[in-house]
């Protein structure tokens, strides 16, 4: 008799046990009945496509899983919302993305039904099934050709997934692999990434500074854009580069570059300067969206005194008087003589 598994091979990796049996309170004997033969007469079967992808909006992941096991037919309506937004970011789903990249691999159809993957660009390799842990025993006793050979294979693997990934809109790698600048490796997922119609993407830029102009450029639609780190690098980014951006979250530096001519109205600054008696032409150039700015978001660290938190808010006030919303986050002390000056505001310190 062939393993449980077998019975559902197109449930997510992380909706699986150990055993490969999908988690669930149903008796096996039930679902496996139920899974090859459903109730044609059942109303709830017969329910418009659209009024069931809109009651499956109010279930969580796993009631969706044990759906799609209950015959063919809710296993094509549920499975393309199941695969639909990846977000593999934090516990088992980052530690189990690589059993994730392994199904999209062999079963390519899947990949269509992405529209949002927060994930690794390469899985991590400390939780693998046998097969891949005997792949990385081999490359350990190879040396470092036999693991540089198993690195390239897994890179391949990424390419070939994300290739086909045309319909994603939404797309963050977290694990900071240099895919934008290291041509020689990532040249087909670059061009792949470039290809895509996103709406959102964030960049985790690590190590050497990176030019990201050329990607930008490829996305005229996106609205959305987050740079984590300020080793990006700007130049070469035109005027009629990100036409739709509204909502930005970078240094201050990165939005004084962004900002000037587009449409942004949602800003986020990290990593903000202390000395921001520095940054005044900054500010001007923020002045510059045609948004413009209602909603605007600050983190000034360790300032030395009240001045330079009272002369960032003048500041704002100057350059930025279409704000509606406003948080100005202060990483230090800050006197009750500011917070009882600007009671219209939203201070924080801590």
Known sequence: ???????????????????????STIPLSSVVTHYFNPQKDSRFVNLPEEVLLAILEFLDESRKTGLLRTCKYFQSVVEPVLYRHLILTEGQRYVRSGLLHRTLDSRPDFILYVRTYHGPVIPPHYYADSSQRSAIERAKVLGR?????????????????????????????????????????????????????????ALQIQGRPTYVAPLLRAQPGLTHLHILQGSARLGGLVESD????????????HASVIVPGRPVEDLQ?????????????????????????????????????????????????????????????????????IVSGNSNLDLSSS
């Open 145 to 201: 050709r036999g693991w540089t050979s198993y690195e390239s294979g897994r890179a391949a693997m990424a390419t070939r997934i994300f290739e086909k990934a045309v319909n994603i809109q939404d797309l963050f790698f977290i694990d900071g692999h240099d895919w934008i600048d290291e041509k020689v490796r990532w040249s087909r997922l670059f061009d792949a990434v470039c290809r895509m119609k996103l709406d959102r993407l």
């Open 269 to 337: 600054l990290v990593r903000a300067l202390a000395e921001q008696r520095q940054d005044e032409c900054w500010f001007k150039q923020l002045a510059q969206s045609t948004g413009p700015i209602k909603r605007f978001s600050m983190a000034l660290h360790n300032p030395t005194d009240d001045d330079l938190v009272q002369e960032t808010i003048r500041m704002i006030a100057r350059y930025l008087p279409s704000i509606e919303h406003l948080r100005l986050k202060v990483g230090g002390r800050m006197s009750a003589a």
């Open 1 to 23: 008799m062939s393993s449980a598994s077998s019975f559902f091979p197109n449930v997510p990796p992380w909706s699986r046990t150990k055993t490969g049996i999908p988690s």
């Open 242 to 253: 990100l036409p739709m951006l509204r909502s930005l979250r970078s240094t201050l530096h």
